[in-house]
């Protein structure tokens, strides 16, 4: 199990959704939705890099 900081996520998700052209009103329905996908792309990305990382290591 990790755990993940999400004090910063709803932030986020709000710039993203605000930069996409969603409107404020729009965005109370799924903003939740958008922090969701941002904490697991997070994860996403972190495996990945610990992936190649441990790729890189084993070429040597």
Request: aromatic letters at 2%; glycine letters at 4%.
């Amino acid at each position: 199990m990790r755990l993940a900081d999400e004090r910063l996520t709803t932030v986020s998700a709000q710039r993203s959704l605000r930069q996409a052209g969603v409107r404020a009103s729009e965005q109370r329905a799924v903003i939740d939705q958008a922090a969701a996908v941002a904490i697991l792309q997070s994860w996403l990305d972190e495996r990945l890099a610990a992936m190649a990382g441990t790729q890189e290591g084993s070429d040597a």
